[in-house]
């Protein structure tokens, strides 16, 4: 179970002892009693990933496995997109500085 922090309140009246009982706000699954007041601490029941198809929990913050030949078919693409922006802009530099040229009466 995991601890997270919700905000203190005092009602409604708590058991005897201080420990981990079921929230009475149903906010959680339990909530700490200090011995005097309920407390802003819960614990949250741990997601079960087998109950999400493909047995992965969509909120978990795992990352995503890749098979090595998606891999290497993502690094080709970004590959090929960096190789056709570069050409690009190198045939835009070679324009603009022909159009210069020919400015300066220098046109082939």
């Known amino acids: 179970m995991t601890v997270e922090a919700v905000g203190e309140t005092n009602s409604p009246q708590g058991p005897a002892h201080a420990g981990w009982y079921p929230d009475p706000w149903h906010e959680a699954s339990e909530r700490w009693f200090d011995g005097t007041a309920w407390t802003g601490f819960v614990n949250s ?35 090929l997109v960096v ?26």
């Open 45 to 79: 029941p741990a997601r079960d990933p087998s109950r999400y198809p493909g047995g992965r929990d969509p909120g978990s913050r795992r990352a995503a496995t890749w098979s090595p030949a998606k891999r290497i078919s993502v690094a080709v693409v970004a590959i």
């Open 83 to 108: 190789a056709i922006g570069a050409i690009f802009a190198v045939m835009l530099v070679f324009m603009v500085s022909a159009m210069i040229d020919c400015g300066n009466g220098n046109c082939l």
